[in-house]
Structures are given as structure tokens and as C-alpha cells.
């Protein structure tokens, strides 16, 4: 995302095909084409004509690929993983946080490919493109827990203070015992640093296809139909707590254009856009 007119990243406005492809809940764009399934864009970020309107910020148009009378394709594959990519600074050995240690897993592949092509020579086309991402990336995480001793109801008066028993009452032993034990350097008030690697998993699949047919000269159609799809994991504080968005994103254009005139061009354009975005918190429990 990103900022423009000195206005938030979500009062900006994405047109795909002359059709606003702009998430009504969130304001946020929720199309992502591949840079393969693109043909051409156009950025406005001041003084935008009267076609556009609808937010404040950048106006970006994109236009999507189209088929022709000859066969063209793509493949390709991204790939980064932990044995590319540097180490972060806070990766560290918890029992020695002077020792460095190797950065956490992580895997980015992403993949897809195009085709286009005539299905009529000089009439009806068609284009289609695919890109996939599997991401299984690893970062991190520090947290403060109890410490051994404040699990037993064991609680320092102060820094450097006896300990003093407190106990911990029946009714609260099930929610201390989902504390993950401490693994890090003992702060010194009860709690205890906790460091693991916090997984965020991500799958996506984009998928679209798109047919032109040229009736004559002067009249041309094109229909396109895009799903968007995919979820991701997100870690919380403790790896125990965790929650899942998860989104399904359609999206179909129909469009006519008449040539009137050597400087008279009329189009008409209908979009239809459904976007589904769930997050799901499954109990500790459930996640071991």
C-alpha cells in the first residue's frame, strides 16, 4: 500500500478494466493481479479529472492482458527461503542472548503462469492467468511469562526481595497452567522472558480469464472473471493464541465498445464484485 496526497493508504481508489475493484468494508483494494496478467497502469496522485472521484487519495488504473491471433504464454517461479535471506537482529539462542543464532525458518514460493490466444482468427480471443504463493514464514517472538516460581504462587515484594507465597487459587489453576514456560533471561519481578518462533503461514490462488470478441470494426465485447483466494496465520503473543483470516474475493466485468466516430467512442462497462473476509480464533486448545 501506499500513501498519496498526503491522505491514508486506504482512500486510495483501484480500477481494473474501468471497474472499481475497492473493498466497501475495508476501503482497501482486495485485487492483487500478477505483474504477468498486466498490460498496462496508470497512477494519479493530484488534480485527477472528473472520471474519477470516489476517494481522495492515488487513482490507480490497470489494465489487464487481452488474447490476439497469436499464442503467447508465461511461466515462472519465485523463490526466497532462510538459506538467501540474512539474519534479523533478534535472532537469538535464548539460553545465551549474546550468541546469534541461526535466522528461523522460512519458505516463499510463488508461482503461476499466463496463456493467450485466438479461439477465432480476427474475432474471439482469449487470456488466462494463474499465480499461486505458499509462504511459511517464521519470525521471532518474545514475551514475558510467569517464571517457575510465580507459577507456584511464589511472588518477589520488590526487585531483589524474598519470595513471598501468595498461592494460586483452584479456580485459576487451568488458566496458569496454559502459560508456555520461560526460556529466556529472568526479569527479575516474576516473570521470565518466553522466546519461540512464531509461524504465519500463508496460501493464496489467483485465478482469471478473460474472452474478447470483435463483432465488426466499430463493436467490440470482452467479458473477465477474477477469483482471489486465501488465508493466513496469525501469531499471537503466545503460540497457543492464534487467529486465521481468511478471504474469497470474485469479481466479473462485461464491457462494449462502439466506435461512433473517428473522435466518438462510447463504452459501456458493468462490474459485480463480491468479497467474503473470515477470521477464525480457534481455542487454545485446539492448537495443543
Known sequence: AFQANGAREDTNAYIYDGVYAVDPVLNSFSLTPPVDAVREFRIHTSATEATFGRNSGGQVSVALKRGSNFFHGTVYEFLRNDYLDARNFFDRDPSN???????????????????????????????????????????????????????????????????????????????????????????????????????????????????????????????????????????????????????RNQYFTLEWKRILSPSLINEFRAGYNRTCLLYTSPSPRDRG
Do not use: C, W
Open 97 to 247: 542472548p549474546l550468541v546469534r543464532s541461526d535466522p528461523p525458518p522460512f519458505k516463499r514460493n510463488q508461482f503461476g503462469g499466463s496463456v493467450g490466444g485466438p479461439i477465432i482468427k480476427d474475432g474471439t480471443f482469449f487470456f488466462s492467468s494463474y499465480e499461486g504463493l505458499r509462504e511459511r514464514l517464521f519470525s521471532s517472538q518474545i514475551s514475558n511469562v510467569p517464571n517457575a516460581s510465580a507459577l507456584q504462587g511464589l511472588l518477589p515484594l520488590g526487585p531483589g526481595n524474598s519470595l513471598v507465597n501468595v498461592g494460586v487459587a483452584s479456580q485459576m489453576q487451568p488458566y496458569v497452567d496454559l502459560f508456555p514456560a520461560g526460556n529466556g533471561q529472568d526479569n527479575g519481578d516474576g516473570t521470565q522472558e518466553f522466546i519461540f518462533p512464531a509461524n504465519s503461514p500463508i496460501n493464496e490462488d489467483y485465478y482469471m480469464g478473460k474472452i474478447d470478441h470483435q463483432f465488426s470494426d466499430a463493436d467490440s465485447v470482452f467479458g473477465r472473471y477474477t477469483l482471489n483466494q486465501g488465508d493466513k496465520l496469525v501469531s499471537a503473543a503466545f503460540p497457543q493464541f492464534f487467529r486465521t483470516p481468511e478471504y
